[in-house]
């Protein structure tokens, strides 16, 4: 017996003018009613607090519930409960990939033109810091997914990896700190960008705007660790994003324009090539079982 399907948000499609939210909101609550067969909150797409702690907007396997509990105790409704946003995405492509980390460097050789070596670490909502108190960029930047590797040429690597849905630019607030930090012309946003030399010259004020704003500042907190830290030598950018989130792959061409040369530092990767060349390198029934999960959960036909 199926559930409603649930009220759809109206206004979708004067956010997202493509049509990709309505269609990806309305398949959540689709997945929702007549897989999960539980109700609903609100939205079609949101999960009760009951389901939501319960689980119910993770995958079942892998002990992903467990890492999720571990990073972040307690209920949280756009992580347990909004089956629409992005947060929860990290944790049911990555938890499962940290229990094969050779597999997980199959997958990543074919983006990275197979300089992976072993796969070393691999963590979910990460903010590196320098110490306690000092972090990278002076700010909360972090990686929603963050994979060490060892290369093939001994040198140990990061890829750090931005997860998306049907999220696109955001506008910058006002009189926040991350508007002074973009004023600042000696904030480490700029000092970091301009040690770094991978973008065009005049690229600066491009990258400033909302279109590229998130992808450049999550891009540099990879580079800045490597400014700090002589452990490391590479760093690869990647975003992860539906097919149909045309905004992506637009944004992601223009920003590779705007750098100097794209040897391995930055790559749109979407869900459907990922899950395509996760299913060639496939070790196991258990991680079949999981791709199935990810076509039918996330792939908006």
């Not at 199959?106 to 992976?116: D, H, P, V």
């Not at 400033?208 to 400014?227: A, M």
């Amino acid at each position: 017996m199926t559930q409603d399907i649930g009220t759809q948000y109206q206004k979708d499609n004067t956010i997202d003018k493509t049509g990709f939210k309505t269609k990806a909101r309305l398949h959540q609550s689709k997945y929702r009613a007549n897989v999960l067969q539980v109700d609903f909150k609100d939205y079609g797409n949101r999960l009760t607090v009951e389901d939501g702690l319960a689980g119910k907007n993770f995958y079942n396997g892998f002990n992903v519930l467990e890492a999720v509990n571990k990073r972040y105790p307690g209920y949280n409704k756009g992580l347990y409960s909004d089956m629409l946003r992005s947060e929860h995405i990290p944790f049911n492509i990555f938890v499962p990939l940290d229990k094969d980390k050779k597999y997980c460097a199959k997958i990543f050789n074919k983006f990275l033109g197979g300089i992976i070596k072993t796969v070393d670490d691999i963590k979910i909502e990460y903010a590196p810091t320098i110490t306690t108190e000092k972090k990278y960029l002076a700010d909360r930047t972090s990686f929603d997914a963050y994979i060490e590797y060892t290369s093939n040429d001994g040198a140990k690597g990061i890829i750090g990896i931005e997860v998306k849905y049907t999220e696109h630019e955001y506008a910058l607030k006002p009189n926040s700190k991350e508007e002074a930090d973009i004023k600042n012309p000696n904030s480490l946003y700029n000092s970091v960008t301009d040690k770094s030399k991978l973008y065009i010259d005049g690229a600066l004020e491009q990258l400033k705007t909302d279109l590229f704003r998130q992808i450049w500042r999550n891009h540099i907190l990879g580079e800045s660790i490597l400014q700090h830290d002589n452990t490391f030598k590479h760093f690869t950018s990647l975003t992860l994003f539906p097919l149909g989130n045309t905004h992506f792959i637009d944004t992601s061409k223009k920003y590779i324009e705007l750098l100097k040369s794209n040897n391995n530092k930055f790559i749109p990767v979407t869900y459907e090539d990922f899950i395509s060349i996760a299913k060639e390198n496939c070790p196991n029934e258990e991680f079949k079982s999981w791709l199935e999960y990810l076509i039918a959960r996330y792939i908006v036909k």
